[in-house]
């Protein structure tokens, strides 16, 4: 992609296949299309209509190729808290609490037991995600 911008500059349009894809280079036009207001918006979508990612069911989620401005406000707003400071402290926070619960229970479980313990760590980092999600995102998961 460097070599396209060095020889054609910071905005261009390149033809795959019969679809007509533009190409930005530049952080300033790049801010543009991410306006946090949708009033201000003159880009509500980011990809014209595709057949593709409708067959798939993937035309109205996240922010890019979502065609539906009612979902990408609400996934908008759910990008931009993910990137405040409170948001990373608190991630940290419950990371750390879910460490120190699941370490505690991994020594007592030791303690208290004559074998081995075994513990699968692709279904606890599965299962350690999933608190994550619910304490950050949802907040209802109590702790003693």
Known sequence: MKWLNESYGDL????IANNRAIHICKAEYVEK??????????????FGHSEGLKELGNNDLG????TNLENWKSSRLFFNSMF?????ERAY????????EMEHIWLSNYNNSKHVLEIDMTE?????????????????????
Request: aromatic content about 20%; glycine content about 2%.
């Open 63 to 66: 922010l890019l190729a979502n």
């Open 93 to 100: 926070d419950v990371a750390y609490k879910l460490w120190k």
């Open 124 to 144: 606890w980092i599965r299962r350690f995600s999933a608190c994550m999600i619910f304490d950050l995102n949802l907040g209802v998961l109590k702790r003693p």
């Open 12 to 15: 261009f349009e390149l033809y």
């Open 33 to 46: 299309l991410f306006i946090y207001s949708s009033k201000d918006n003159k880009f509500p979508h980011r």
């Open 84 to 88: 405040l400071p409170s948001y990373s």
